[in-house]
């Protein structure tokens, strides 16, 4: 009997975001850069599990102007300024210190910023 491999930390984070991002109307994923990226035309979450060795079990995303200040400076133990990305806006979410209602909030943000409007007049609609 072969005994199987319990997913890593990494492994369980990812399927949280994966849930939460491929319910959403007009949703992908593929592979970028070796993680898991969700798209909707462009890119609204991107995994980054110990991306460069540093550590983190994250999920980058895009956040509306002043946000990711505020985020960080409320509670950087949960979000931080990502590479590459910060400079723009985005910011990373520590996947192990969010709840998955957390997490599901701001992913739903990040997709409005980047879905297109007859996408996000289809959700709405939907959630009505």
């Not at 985020?71 to 723009?88: Q, T």
Request: net charge positive; charged share 25%.
């Amino acid at each position: 009997m072969t005994k199987q491999r319990k997913p890593d930390q990494g492994e369980k984070h990812i399927e949280r975001v994966r849930k939460i991002c491929l319910a959403l109307p007009g949703a992908t994923e593929k592979l970028s850069h070796g993680e898991p990226t969700f798209f909707v035309k462009k890119v609204f979450a991107m995994c980054s599990i110990n991306h460069h060795n540093d550590g983190r079990i994250a999920v980058v995303i895009p956040a509306a102007i002043g946000i990711q200040e505020m985020l960080i400076e409320r509670s950087p133990e949960k979000f931080y300024r990502p590479p590459y990305v910060g400079v723009a806006g985005w910011v990373g979410i520590e996947l192990p210190q969010v709840s998955d209602k957390e997490l599901s909030f701001h992913i739903h943000e990040a997709w409005r910023l980047i879905a297109p409007k007859k996408l996000q007049d289809e959700f709405d609609g939907s959630a009505a």
